[in-house]
């Protein structure tokens, strides 16, 4: 199976299925040094654990890491980082009336048309468990990240049409509600409004907003490595995920050249904007201001109602889908988009070294004086 890799410069590959026996990623490309424990990356796989509340799945798992090799007495090595989750909570009989048939919304019948053959258990690869390889390794690049005075912070900017403005944002709020948005007032709508999805058998989709600080200006390829171009690609390779936008956005159709222009500012020889509706990206490099990213959620697929399908065999049929599934994606699914957004940072910054002759020179120069 090709395409479970991601990155360059600093590249991970994840591994494992929903219902097999653990789960995990390999990280190679991060420099040695760089302080590390797995407590850094627990701290991200418990945003994304399942069992939280009554709007994720209530499979219980712990999702405790395991670091196999690439950490030595708290420190990177600079050899790959190999990290393991095991599953414990598997119920794969909850799967057996979709072993013959297709689950509408899932990738159930695209896996047999490529492949010929698939693992029903929860989806196998296609799960959202897959996720956990990109969150324990998101939790080390966003580590890297914090060294150099970089910080991610994700959240859910809206569930169903209940939609938190930027008016009324409080990041100190994230953590405070289930459901990860940046009010708590709107959260407590959005539980209603979940709720009343819950009620009626159904799930609800949403939007993740992702906003990057520190980045310096000059990050990025201006071809097909652009910087919001990776992001794109990033966060659309995660499951549930069905559009990304930069800045503005899908906004810019509706936009004129006078309004959407970001105008430049000097300030003692800093070099600024004064909007930022290009979303800190121009040509597909960074310019040092806010990088702005939002990623539009599907609803779970995965409900109880009937629904229309066909088996194998190509004969009409309805399924009703049992097991344990979360009401709406998004919550869970902020760490993702936060882990994915991570890693591409810290690839394009280590690619970002050889961009200069001078950035090579001053390197070297000073290792070498320093013999």
Not at 138 to 153: D, F, K, N, Y
Not at 327 to 352: F, G, K, Q, W
Request: glycine share 12%; charged share 20%; proline share 4%.
């Amino acid at each position: 199976m090709a395409g479970s890799t991601y990155g360059t410069a600093f590249s991970i590959t994840t591994w494992g299925e929903s219902h097999g026996p653990a789960i995990g990623a390999v990280i190679d490309g991060c420099p040695a040094g760089l302080t590390l424990s797995e407590e850094d990356i627990q701290r991200f796989l418990d945003r994304r654990k399942p069992g939280q509340n009554k709007y994720t799945t209530a499979r219980n798992e712990s999702d405790k890491i395991e670091i196999l090799s690439g950490i030595f007495e708290g420190k990177t090595t600079g050899t790959p980082i190999s990290l393991l989750v095991r599953n414990q909570d598997q119920r794969s009989r909850d799967y057996g009336r979709i072993r013959e048939c297709y689950r509408p919304g899932h990738a159930d019948y695209t896996f047999d048309a490529k492949y010929g053959f698939r693992d029903y258990r929860g989806g196998g690869r296609s799960s959202g468990r897959e996720t956990i390889g990109r969150v324990a390794a998101g939790a080390v690049a966003s580590r890297l990240l914090q060294q150099l005075g970089i910080r991610i912070t994700a959240y859910t900017k809206a569930i169903g049409n209940i939609e938190v403005p930027e008016s009324d944002y409080d990041y100190g709020c994230i953590l405070t509600n289930p459901l990860y948005m940046p009010n708590n007032s709107y959260a407590e709508a959005a539980a209603d409004y979940l709720d009343n999805c819950i009620h009626k058998q159904d799930s609800s989709g949403g939007m993740i907003e992702c906003v990057i600080d520190g980045m310096p200006a000059g990050v990025g390829e201006p071809v097909f490595n652009k910087l919001d171009a990776n992001l794109a690609r990033a966060v659309m390779s995660i499951g549930a995920v069905k559009g990304v936008e930069i800045g503005d956005g899908f906004a810019v159709t509706c936009a004129a050249g006078s309004s959407n222009n970001d105008a430049f500012c000097a300030d003692e020889g800093h070099i600024s904007k004064k909007t930022n509706h290009a979303g800190g990206t121009l040509g597909g490099i960074s310019d040092g201001s806010r990088i702005i990213l939002r990623a539009a959620v599907k609803p779970t697929p995965s409900i109880s109602q009937e629904q229309e399908t066909v088996d194998q065999k190509g004969k009409n049929t309805s399924l009703i889908i049992t097991g344990r599934h979360d009401p709406v994606i998004v919550p869970r699914a902020v760490v993702v988009v936060e882990s994915m957004a991570a890693v591409t940072i810290a690839d394009l910054l280590i690619a970002n070294l050889s961009s200069r002759m001078e950035y090579l020179e001053q390197f070297y120069q000073r290792y070498t004086h320093s013999r």
